[in-house]
Each structure stands twice: as structure tokens, then as C-alpha cells.
């Protein structure tokens, strides 16, 4: 048995591709994102009430896996990447059914012409995701106090300082008054909860790595003091 | 565009009819539900961990809408039935993708022969709902302590005293004895949070109401001193 669903929208995001997508909503809380609704689910009454929630819960489809098997288990980056655990004990993309859900802060909804759009920050979103559902995220129901996390309890407590060079710097004020106002932040903020895959966490030598976020591709190096951002290019 | 999910398992839960179904999840603290995982999904390795979170997620299809279009507006029985808002600013199953998600205490999993069973309290799910996916609740992502409700902000207010006939007492003494443990308690939780449509809600004139968990048809009436629980039969 099966059930066929209709994409009534797609998420641009800033995180053009996944390296750098933080593990789960709220981590990068400044990361923008717009969903733009599909005819014929653009219309303004089907959002009607949803600005008086300020949170709000995003289905989606995990539209960039290519392998089309399924296994049963996975080796989450939360536990150094060597330890395997059901699929279902993690929120990876890597399931059964590749729906994703994650809350994240409504800032607004606007119409452009015939299109609906949803401004939202706090995404963990590829850019270009399918999107299957918009709810309204209910404290009283989604609010667990009394819930215990498992192995993944606390936020990834990794909080790395991040620098810019100066040239890093002066580019990324020059983008910012440009086009891209909080991108400085954004670069602090994904780069901080340190992106790189587990098994690269205890290298010792600095290496360079790029992340993209929007069309910039941002390269920056780590040592034992953290992260600089060394350049910051179009791509 | 659109994307075709398998049906994982299947729910069996003690809401056997619509009317009596909490409208959102933890709301029945107690209600019992069973999920069936099916083959291919049915391997113990599949779940490995997830016993160590306390409350998961299950995403499941509204299955018993029968009518296929959507409409943009749905009446909230939270404002009294009366009031017309968005479908995305509800949790309704008249939505475009009929999914639906809640999280529940998840008591133990289990196997059966082949089967996996993981058996969950304080769902709202009809008996029979398809189930498309099973996620850990985490806590550090799911828990947003500053998020506004809107017109949904607290849990619903109404808590009525729920009394029994005597003769409905000794029936459900009897059935917890012989089959169903816990259901006094069940019909208690159920009823306090009053599973009147909304319009019914100020008519002052007692009248009788049946609703069914399991295979049973709990009839009672209400009157302004609450609700008596006055037979309980099988059905």
C-alpha cells in the first residue's frame, strides 16, 4: 500500500548544497529561507490565522538522495560517525520514506502577483526542497517538558570562534550592503556548530574547506584557536 | 510534481470511530495504541536506540476522508465551529496531503514472530491509520519554550467530572478483569475533554451520546453536573 502526494511548494534556501546544513532546525536561527506555494494552493484563505503561530512546522521531501535503497541503520554524525543505530532512532534522510519535518520561526507571509510566500529562519533545508506540508507548530501538543532525548539529549555542544581575514571581511560588508544583508552572521553561525563530518573532528592540522551558502562559495580554515574565514567568492 | 511514500505499518489503536478521538495528541495521556511494522521495515536493527527516547513522532495518513478534493478554509472546533481559518493554520486532515504527525510516550517495542510492534501512549489516531514514518522526539530541537500558539495557544479548557451508573461500573470491572485493563480510566480521559462537535456545546438539554473504544459502545449522558457513564456494551 502506498499514498501519492502532491509538492504544493519549494524551499529556497540558503544552503545551496549540503555541506554546511546544520543537523536540525533552530541550530543556524538566523538561516533564511522562503516557501514559495504552488497553484493551486497559493491562496491567501488557506494561510489565514497561520501569522498569529510564530513557529511553524515545514514537511518536506529529502529530495537530493540519490540512492534509492533504504538501510536499516545509520552512523549519525552525533555519535562521531563510527557507531550504527536504527534509522528510525535518527531524524536522517536516509529512511524509508524521505519525509523531513522541522519547526522553524515564521517572520511572514506575502503575496508577490498570483504567488504565496513563506519567510521563515532557522531552517536546515537544501535549497530547492519539495515541501508537502505547512502546520502550525501547537506548544500545548509539540511542547514536551517531560521528554528524554535518547543519544542526541543536548544540542551538539561544539561552539567554535569564527574570524574573518581582513580581505574576508571587507568583501563580506561589501555583499552585504549589496544584496545580502546578515550574511557576516550567517557565516558565524553555520561555521560555528562546526559543519565538518564526524570523522574529521579530531585532525589536528588546519585544512581549508569551503562551504556555499547562497551563490558565495566561503573558504575558511581551522586550527586550535577556531575558525577563519579566509575568502569569500562568487561561484 | 509529486512523490509516492509505502505505508511502513499500520496503527491499532483503541479510537475505533472518529467521534471521541482527541483533536491533538497527549491530550489522552492514557490512550493506548500498537504499531504494526511491516515487512521490509520489520527489522529489530531498524530500531536499534530508539528505545532510549521517551516520546517519538509518527507521521500517518488521514485515511478515513473520504472526500477527495481540499477546500482553502476549514471551521476549528477550537473556535467553536463558527469561525472559518486556513487549512495550513490547522492541524486538520482536510489538507492537501492528507499527513498527519504526533508524538506519543513510546512504552516499549517489541517483537512477534516476525512483527515489530512498538506500543505507544496519548496518540490520536483512528484504529487502522497507515503510517508513513517513526522519528525520535528531540527534545533540543523540538522543545521551542518561546513559540506562540496563536488562536491555539493553551490545550483546551473544558474538564468535566465523568461519573458512572453503577451497573456501567461493575461492566467496566468486569472487562478490565477479563480483557482491557486501564479502560475506566480511558472513558475518563476520553469524555473530561469533552468529545462534543463544537455546536453541541451550549445546549443546556441532558442528551444521550455513544462513542466506541475498542469493541465496545460507551453510552452517556451529560447535564450541567457533567457526565454519567451509563452502559457499556459490546458492539
Not at 549540503?18 to 541550530?27: A, D, E, H
Not at 580581505?167 to 565538518?196: F, N, Y
Request: charged share 20%; proline share 8%.
Amino acid at each position: 500500500m502506498n499514498t501519492t502526494f502532491q509538492h504544493i511548494g519549494i524551499i529556497h534556501s540558503c544552503f545551496t548544497e549540503k555541506f554546511g546544513i546544520p543537523r536540525q532546525s533552530g541550530l543556524v536561527s538566523e538561516a533564511p529561507a522562503e516557501v514559495e506555494i504552488f497553484p493551486p494552493y497559493n491562496r491567501e484563505e488557506a494561510f489565514r490565522k497561520l501569522e498569529t503561530f510564530s513557529h511553524i512546522w515545514i514537511l518536506f521531501v529529502f529530495h537530493a538522495i540519490k540512492i534509492k535503497d533504504w538501510k536499516p541503520c545509520v552512523r549519525p554524525p552525533r555519535l562521531g560517525g563510527n557507531q550504527k543505530v536504527g534509522v528510525f532512532a535518527t531524524r536522517s534522510g536516509f529512511r524509508p520514506n524521505r519525509i523531513g519535518m522541522s519547526s522553524v520561526r515564521l517572520m511572514n507571509i506575502r503575496q508577490e502577483g498570483s504567488c504565496i510566500i513563506l519567510s521563515v529562519k532557522g531552517g536546515d533545508f537544501l535549497n530547492q526542497t519539495p515541501v508537502l506540508d505547512i502546520k502550525p507548530y501547537l506548544p500545548y501538543a509539540d511542547m514536551i517538558p517531560s521528554a528524554a532525548g535518547g543519544f542526541a539529549a543536548a544540542a551538539p555542544e561544539s561552539e567554535l570562534a569564527v574570524e574573518f581575514s581582513p580581505q574576508a571581511l571587507e568583501t563580506c560588508t561589501e555583499i552585504e550592503k549589496q544584496s545580502c544583508p546578515g550574511l557576516s552572521k550567517l557565516i558565524v553561525q553555520t561555521l560555528s556548530i562546526d559543519p565538518r563530518p564526524a570523522y574529521h573532528s579530531h585532525r589536528p592540522v588546519p585544512k581549508v574547506f569551503g562551504v556555499k551558502l547562497y551563490n558565495f562559495n566561503i573558504k575558511w580554515e581551522i586550527s586550535d584557536d577556531g575558525i577563519l574565514v579566509t575568502s569569500i567568492e562568487n561561484c
